[in-house]
């Protein structure tokens, strides 16, 4: 009850006095754990395997790992492979009827029966019964569903994840089944994707394999191995999802402490984030299983402090690195603070300017009409109409929702003219309504409800409109006049800045290094863009997906 009201509720303490939960309280398995508990999940276990067809075809060593444990993480102990049997009893006795049939047909069978979730990141490790019951949760427990699920069932399953996108602070889980046919392990979402249709699409740097037993042990210098490397109960297995390589990097900056292991970070923003480790050798680092269309830094790290090892580079796809080390100065230009995705650009392609002074527009003047719209930045149109009108505004083509970020009408002295916002109504429950249009950011903007649809301002008193400037929707990361932008580069050890400054125009001009890894703040907007870039050939470039 205390999970399903903790994510909405907006006082935690409240909830958990109101439902004494009291401390937590930390047990043991090695204490707490009966003998009888355990003795019954193996022989349920053992049944399982010698029960189902595809038995005989399960290596002992994966039935130890992907059916036998006792438990999937830290969720609170119950009888678990009981209640599944129970839950699945129909489509277990027909697995047992059907002697052809494999663990990954048996698992796809199974995924189709499990409830689909609802996405919930507050939820700590839970069991069986409360998986079924709430259907709540991450990813994490989205696979753990499927591995409780299947292991009951004899079906040998695993949790694969990776700690860390390249360009996140995140990673992700899935689920993975022996395939006893192949030998050979097939992703899916459990609850979502079968076996055979999940992939993933993103380039990861590493993919590990939960296991439960432990696959290495931390040696002197564990206090100063990063803890996202500290998980022992995982065997790396990115070579299974194809693109990797094995690397021997040159060092360009030797430490100043003794250190067998190097490591690989990847960016977030002005941060390198640590996720594999290598091993350090005078003159070379060796990394294995590394995965491709990544961009890395090498590092050293001690005392939770990492320095840089080498330049950055990226890992192309034909395995080679490519190397970004800072060359002579050279004049740029910079046109974005992120890669575009602005679907939306060309909705107002086709639009109209009006005026009138008559409420209902009866009377109204057309002052201009937008032939094309040539890129996501402020397009300026001189008016010759010399009327006055109380009421301006702008009609939206069909089917583009009135989607404007925001206009901008001016009087002859060059007053930018402000009023009352009219026009028709929003989406329902949108928050982007008729008024984001003269707000001022260039990242809000006008949600039409329907096709009849405009925006725009009754003034104070008439006026002569000779000048209208306008920015269609866009996704915020453009360059904006008047917004204030910092260009730093990576110069080997630290992001250094090339200052700051305020844009006139829809792009800015540099002076920076040849072949270095940009990053641009909006400092306006409180903007940075997670991944960097590069000018090439005079081109705004990022990483890693321009380069593959």
């Known amino acids: 009850t205390v999970m399903l009201r903790w994510t909405s509720s907006s006082d935690k303490q409240m909830v958990s006095d109101a439902y004494r939960l009291g401390d937590l309280v930390i047990k043991a398995d090695v204490t707490d754990i009966t003998a009888a508990y355990l003795i019954n999940n193996i022989e349920l276990a053992f049944k399982v395997w010698h029960e189902t067809s595809w038995g005989k075809d399960i290596p002992f060593d994966v039935f130890c790992e992907e059916i036998l444990p ?172 194809g693109a990797s390589a094995n690397l021997s990097i040159p060092v360009v900056n030797r430490p100043l402490f003794g250190t067998q292991y190097a490591y690989l970070a990847t960016p977030y923003e002005t941060s390198w984030n640590i996720i594999r480790r290598g091993n350090a050798g005078q003159d070379s680092i ?112 069909k089917r583009a929702n009135c989607n404007v970020a925001e206009i901008e009408f001016y009087n002859e002295t060059g007053e930018k003219l402000t009023g009352s916002v009219i026009g028709t109504e929003s989406l329902e429950n949108s928050t982007m309504t008729r008024d984001k249009a003269f707000d001022g950011d260039p990242a809000t903007y006008f949600d039409a409800a329907n096709d009849q649809s405009w925006t725009g301002l009754y003034l104070d008193a008439p006026q002569t409109i000779t000048k209208i400037r306008y920015l269609p929707r866009n996704d915020g990361n453009g360059i904006y006049e008047g917004h204030v932008y910092e260009l730093l580069y990576w110069d080997g050890n630290i992001w250094f800045s090339l200052g700051k400054k305020t844009a006139d125009g829809h792009v800015l001009k540099y002076d920076a290094p040849a072949n270095s890894l940009l990053i641009v703040k909006n400092i306006t907007a409180g903007r940075i863009f997670r991944r960097t870039c590069i000018i090439e050939d005079g081109v705004q470039r990022w990483l890693p997906y321009d380069f593959l």
């Open 286 to 397: 060796r990394f294995l299983s590394v995965g491709k269309r990544v961009l890395y830094l090498p590092v050293y790290y001690k005392n939770n402090m990492q320095t840089a090892a080498s330049y950055p580079f990226l890992l192309e796809d034909n395995g080679e690195c490519r190397f970004f080390q800072p060359g002579a100065m050279q004049s740029i230009t910079v046109t974005r603070v992120a890669p575009p995705h602005e679907p939306w650009v060309q909705r107002m392609a086709g639009g109209v300017f009006e005026a009138a002074n008559l409420a209902d527009f009866s009377d109204a003047q057309t002052l201009c009409v937008i032939k094309k719209i040539d890129g996501s930045w402020f397009h300026t149109t001189s008016i010759k109409n010399t009327k006055k009108f109380r009421y301006i505004r702008y009609v939206s083509p």
């Open 70 to 241: 006792y438990r999937v993480s830290t969720e609170p102990l119950e009888n678990w492979r009981e209640k599944a049997l129970a839950s699945f009893a129909d489509i277990y006795r027909s697995f047992m009827k059907d002697t052809a049939i494999t663990t990954v047909e048996a698992c796809s069978k199974v995924n189709s029966l499990l409830p689909r979730f609802r996405i919930d990141k507050d939820f700590p490790p839970t069991c069986f019964s409360q998986l079924m019951a709430s259907a709540r949760g991450s990813c994490d427990e989205m696979s753990d569903l499927a591995t409780f699920s299947m292991r009951a069932l004899g079906i040998p399953v695993s949790t694969d994840f990776t700690p860390l996108w390249p360009d996140r602070l995140n990673g992700h889980t899935w689920s993975s089944v022996y395939d006893n046919t192949s030998g050979k392990h097939v992703t899916f979402v459990s609850t979502e994707q079968n076996p055979g249709s999940h992939r993933i699409l993103i380039p990861v740097s590493k993919v590990l394999r939960r296991t439960f037993s432990i696959r290495e042990k931390i040696n002197d210098e564990q206090f100063n191995i990063p803890p996202v490397l500290q998980d022992v109960r995982a065997n790396d297995v990115t070579e299974e999802y």
